[in-house]
């Protein structure tokens, strides 16, 4: 298959294109700026076809959509910042990528949702996310949507985060109690899944939770970082109404002066106050996936 990727010169989109190429697949990805290294890497590397585009123009969405047989659409932020709110990257966006692969004649869809998606949720990246899902429903494709929890592997956001300050840092903060439930999942299985559906046809039409098999707390994914890399540092707890105060000032500060989006925000607090758990035994049985152990798995790429 041709296979259109949006947001694939992120984490989880360089392991989907990857997938897609060892599955005998064309990737063709759609980037903003075709010289950047992460796009460069991705054509030299995995020899993925590059169109150059932004996910806000209709008319390189057109161009990009043109001739391929699916789309998997993986665009999505967690902070927003100027012209790139939730609702436009997250709704409007797959609305025009959607008129386009509807205009272009292109059947299967694949989108990227969030565990923890829902009417009427609390944090504005989901309400988002599941906007985008009732006009990927809507659409009249042959659609599936994946809804991953924290994912993670080489690269990633989280554990890479955390590995990197406890080289200089003797405190590991966290936000509030800690206590919300996460079940992480590695990013290899991710793009499994979502490579897996295009030829999956009992995927059509369903919504998949995409998330491991064990459950932790989020003290206690710091504390198999730390154990992993054969740390001791100090956990401090701050209470959510100070860590609201500092998400409000870094949203403020970091757009203002540093012209970047903030590292954190109110609406990620949110997310942190929720348990972020799912069901993904179907996922496992119709894609064949195989979780591991959260603890051996992140030892793969912090332990050299």
Known sequence: MKVLVTGGTGFIGRNVVRRLVAAGHEPRVLVRDVESGKARALAADLKAVL??????????????????????????????????????????????????????GVRRWVQMSALGTRPNARARYHQTKWAAEELVRASGL??????????????????????????????????????????????????????????????????????????FRFVEILGLILKALGRRRL?????????????????????????????????????????NVGDAARAKADFRLDFGRFEEGIRTYLVP
Not at 205 to 214: H, K
Request: aromatic share 6%; glycine share 8%.
């Open 235 to 275: 956990v401090v707890h701050l209470p959510m109404p100070l860590a609201r105060l500092q998400a409000r000032v870094m949203e403020s500060v970091f757009p203002a002066i540093l012209r970047r989006a903030s590292p954190l925000t109110c609406d990620q607090l949110l997310m942190l106050e929720e348990d």
């Open 51 to 104: 169109v150059a585009g932004d996910i806000h123009d209709e008319t390189a969405l057109n161009a990009a959509v043109a001739g391929v047989d699916a789309v998997i659409h993986l665009v999505g932020i967690i902070s927003e910042i100027g012209r790139n709110t939730f609702e436009e990257a997250h709704v409007g966006a797959t609305r025009r990528l959607l008129d386009a692969a509807t205009r272009s």
């Open 142 to 215: 042959d659609w599936t949507i994946f809804r991953p929890s924290i994912v993670y592997g080489p690269g990633d956001g989280l554990v890479g985060l955390f590995a990197k300050m406890s080289r200089w840092s003797p405190i590991l903060p966290v936000m509030g109690s800690g206590a919300g439930l996460m079940q992480p999942i590695h990013v290899e299985q991710v793009a499994m899944a979502f490579v897996g559906a295009l030829t999956t046809p009992a995927s059509v039409g369903q919504t998949y939770d995409l998330c491991g098999d064990e459950r």
